[in-house]
């Protein structure tokens, strides 16, 4: 964590009352004691977050007084400050803070809006509509679980984002499984499953190249990694799918439903296969690497092109409406303009404020000396491979659930943790799969995260309700913390693996910087004489 040259650098958990060196304020240079908070009120802020949301989406969810996260975040800030002007910190040194945290997440906050005119565009070019039509011809309730995750799957790994794959074909797969009488939360359970699996393995997503950065690893060291987690926990989630899809009640699938939805899409929409291109178009400038703000906006002008050619020729001024305020299509098909009504820079707004929101509360509770004083002293208790992961993941999920925020729930585990792999032999692709097992798939499961609440607003359901069926995201930390108790899925420092067998092969070493190497090394080669770790079969 960074600090300012006007605020002391050496806290210690280990030294609650001990009084830092003397800061000195630009503005009156006036000298400030600064500590760590307690345990208690570095608890606080959590607790009041805590509170505020238990009240909002439990005890008047149903009232419709309020049920956004908005406010409790906004008064949780408030308290965070409070508690670290209590402890000596100014509120220039807390602000900083929160703008340095707003800063790191703002270009996603730009894609964000972007991605509001994406969906709009996509409408009106009729490439979602196509994407219904066609689903609901070929798919089936029994198939349409396991091939819609594939789909999501590769669309999100060709975008290297689980945002723009639910904001496209996740939004066509919410529709198509409605018409096939598939429980929405299922589908919707899905479609983030695919999305996210996609998400992580891409070299093109941020995430994934935050984890890798952080753990101070390589890029395609750490997807390696990731397969041996992610990789069979999407087969389960595949198998499961494919189980559930069998099952679905025939009495659920009611055929007029989607003929109705697929006449009243032909009636409305040129539905030629050449409107499918746009979707193609996103494929082809991720694998180009064009950066992401340039690629959505690539995209966007396609869609508004496709939709100029294909569709209706709007003039600007309907184009500049549709866009901002997104779509208002009417096929006379109820269930389907209701579909259809997403997307617009203005119906981004709600998520963009609560995504500024949340990431201010991680800042605020970084510069508090929460989470100094919460985690920095429990690696000390920390003696075995399974419990480092387990701790590495359970403090992944703490950030993301109380910090709001998937690059915290990444990027603060890191640098608390990073010795311990090393002084445990292990590799550092072994840290940043870890991070992303936990700190981006459990990401979208909570309704005041950034992930969480986008999520939301473009399926259209609350990830209290979808959580039971997102088997990947759910299952990966689980899976990834079982197998290391159990000692397998082992990426060591020399690049030997220790497989799900248990059988420990040589393997090429992980990236990371050669002073970290050597620790690393050394550590491991006294853990093998010691017993502790087991030596590469020849």
Known sequence: MSVPEDE????????????????????????REVRLPNMFWALVP???????????????ADSDTYDAAHLPLLCSIVVACIV?????????YMLEGIIERL????????????VGLLISSFMISGTIPALIYYGLALLTPQTFLPIGCIICAVVGWACGSSWTATATVGIAFMTIGAGLGVNP????????SGAYVGDKFSPLSDTTNLAAAVAGTGLFDHVRAMLSTTGPVFLIALVVYTFMGINISAAGYDPTVAEGIREAIASTFNVNPLVLLPIVVIIAVCILQIPGLVGVAVSILVGVLFALIFQVPYNMADLFSILHYGPHIITGNEF?????AKGGLDNQLWTISLVILAVSFGGALERCGSVERLFSGLKHMLHKVGTLTGCTLLTSIFCDAVMCDQFLGIGIPAPLYADKYDEMGLGRNMLSRTLEDAGTMWSPLFPWTACGAYQMSVLGLNPFVYFPFAFVNLLSPIYAFITAMLGRNIFWADGAYTNILGKTKPGKPAACPDDIREVAL????AARAAGKAPIPEA
């Open 8 to 31: 002391p650098q050496n806290e210690t958990p280990d030294a609650e009352e001990q009084t830092e060196p003397q800061a000195t304020e630009a503005s009156d240079e006036k000298a």
């Open 84 to 92: 670290g002007i209590a402890y000596g910190r100014s509120f220039k």
């Open 46 to 60: 959590i607790l009041c977050m805590a509170a505020l949301m238990i009240y909002v989406f439990g005890w008047v």
């Open 336 to 340: 389907l303009d209701a579909a259809l």
């Open 103 to 114: 800063l790191v997440s703002m270009e996603a906050i730009l894609i964000l809006l972007l």
């Open 185 to 192: 939360a299922l589908t919707a359970g899905m479609v983030i």
């Open 522 to 525: 050394a550590n491991l080669e």
